[in-house]
């Protein structure tokens, strides 16, 4: 299960109010893609989520439990960054299995969750390898198999194409789609990229300047959009 409700988060760094009452209602298995264009507070938003950047006020609820105050390690999420954060030194499937090892996952559960992902995710061939020795979609695909195999309540992407190529954009899309299938989990899913929200959301939020202009189906979005901003940066011509 992973449900997600946000409260009224606020956020500000020093005198600036990046975040200014976010209200949001996630449900089991749903897949939400943050919009809005460089600096309007999508990662700010996904990092108040995960717990990495404390809200200046507001709840964030998950599954039920008001984690607001919870450290990220105990929240039940995981998260995909766009520069992958791999560690250098270590294979992929030590990259993959260091996170369940700190918890003290036994080595057998651990071997299991690895084999199931790789073969999701077609790492199978690369376990040994070290990042330095893979290209940047099979990089990524390691940040999500760490992901994967913690079994997160929540997934939270940020940005994760960002770094790769168009062919391999399309086609890391393509496998995340997939996954979100196949685990029936729950996906929150930051980008700037129309394209990416629009195939890939079961829900888009439209986010400006740190509030919400919009939430809506992706073709809800654009065949109404509320506003101008919601028109110029996903609907037709309004
Ligand atoms: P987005 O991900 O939508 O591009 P961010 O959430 O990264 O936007 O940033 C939103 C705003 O908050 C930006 O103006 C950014 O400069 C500012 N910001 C983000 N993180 C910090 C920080 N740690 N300290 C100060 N300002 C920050
Ligand atoms: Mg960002």
């Excluded at 039940?76 to 791999?86: H, K, N, R, S």
């Excluded at 559960?109 to 070290?130: F, G, W």
Aim: net charge positive; glycine share 10%.
């Amino acid at each position: 299960m992973g449900s997600l409700n946000i409260e009224n988060v606020k956020k500000a760094f020093g005198p600036v109010e990046v975040l200014k009452g976010i209200d949001l209602d996630v449900s089991d298995g749903e897949f939400v893609v943050f919009v809005g264009p460089s600096g309007c507070g999508k990662s700010t938003l996904l990092r108040v989520i995960a717990g990495l950047e404390d809200s200046t006020s507001g709840r964030v609820v998950i599954d039920g439990q008001d984690v607001t105050t919870i450290p990220p390690a105990k929240r039940g999420i995981a998260m995909v960054f766009q520069t992958y954060a791999l560690y250098p030194h270590l294979t992929v499937k030590n990259n993959m299995g260091l996170g369940l090892k700190q918890i003290g996952t036994p080595g057998a559960e651990i071997d299991k969750r690895i084999d199931a992902a790789s073969v999701m995710l077609s790492l199978k061939p690369y376990l040994d390898r070290r990042p330095a020795e893979l290209s940047g979609g099979q990089r990524q695909r390691v940040a999500i198999g760490r992901a994967v195999v913690r079994e997160p309540k929540l997934f939270l992407f940020d940005e994760p194409l960002s770094n790769l190529d168009a062919a391999l954009r399309v086609n890391t899309r393509l496998e995340i789609a997939q996954l979100h299938r196949r685990l029936k989990a729950t996906m929150i899913y930051v980008t700037h990229d129309q394209v990416e929200a629009m195939t890939l959301a079961d829900k888009i939020v439209v986010l400006n300047a740190g509030r919400i202009e919009q939430i809506g189906r992706p073709m809800e979005l654009y065949n109404s959009p509320a506003n101008e901003f919601v028109a110029g940066f996903i609907g037709s011509p309004k």
